[in-house]
């Protein structure tokens, strides 16, 4: 089966600061990845996703996600934090074989202050 | 624009009044799924329809019907509501076909219920 586990519940970072959000899996077979986000009162918007191919991938808004297969992680980073930016983020991932399936982790709020 | 739509958006019901909360998505795609999304569980699936007249159960059925009638609409039911389905509810869709998969999951707007 699969999972994931997400380090923190909350991080706090001040306007300007790298943002780092962990994210560890634990799959039986290479896997798809993805980060979503969730602003207040809002539905889940798609970060990134990785499925194949480049290990480092590219998000919207300024993230990005590295997939590493040794330390089975594929953490979230942004050099600079906004204001904007403060919501909270889950970590997913599925079996390319049974893509259907998303298996979730528990969510990290991200608190970004002036 | 391509979307999925769930109603209502907000709901206050009472322990034991049946209710459905209703997904419709229109983009012809095969796989839908309920989740209910509750503070330090993150989400966790209810049930899936990978197409018409085909539904599964997912992590947490219990208490929980759902319906795949047709391709497009896959609504939620809850026969009678406990305090304990007090949750924000998300309807999603993917396609199934090879090659539009990697387009990945579209997510409805979610359904805030609670119940007294």
């Known amino acids: 089966a699969q999972s994931v586990t997400q380090l923190g519940s909350h991080v706090s970072v001040s306007e300007g600061a790298l943002v780092l959000l962990r994210c560890n899996y634990s799959?039986?077979?290479?896997?798809?990845l993805f980060w979503y986000v969730q602003y207040p009162n809002q539905g889940l918007q798609l970060l990134l996703k990785y499925t194949t191919g480049a290990t480092l991938v590219k998000g919207i808004n300024g993230f990005e996600a590295e997939f590493k297969k040794s330390e089975t992680s594929f953490h979230l980073t942004k050099p600079s934090a906004h204001m904007s930016d403060a919501a909270e983020y889950f970590c997913?991932?599925?079996?390319?074989?049974?893509?259907?399936?998303?298996?979730f982790g528990t969510g990290t709020r991200l608190l970004v202050s002036p | 624009e391509a979307q999925v739509t769930q109603n209502p958006r907000y709901l206050i019901t009472v322990t034991g009044k049946k209710l459905t909360v209703t997904c419709s998505q229109n983009m012809n795609h095969e796989y839908m799924s309920w989740y209910r999304q509750d503070p330090g569980l993150g989400l966790r699936q209810i049930y899936y329809?990978?197409?018409?007249?085909?539904?599964d159960k997912g992590d947490v059925p219990e208490g929980y019907k759902v319906s795949r009638k047709e391709k497009r609409n896959f609504p939620l039911i809850l026969e009678s509501p406990s305090p304990n389905q007090t949750s924000l509810y998300f309807c999603?869709?993917?396609?199934?076909?090879?090659?539009?998969?990697?387009?990945?999951?579209?997510f409805g707007s979610g359904t805030r219920l609670t119940v007294v």
């Open positions: 329809s990978m197409n018409v007249e085909v539904t």
């Open positions: 997913a991932v599925s079996d390319p074989e049974g893509f259907q399936k998303l298996v």
């Open positions: 799959s039986s077979v290479p896997p798809y």
């Open positions: 999603a869709s993917i396609s199934l076909q090879s090659g539009r998969r990697n387009y990945g999951y579209t």
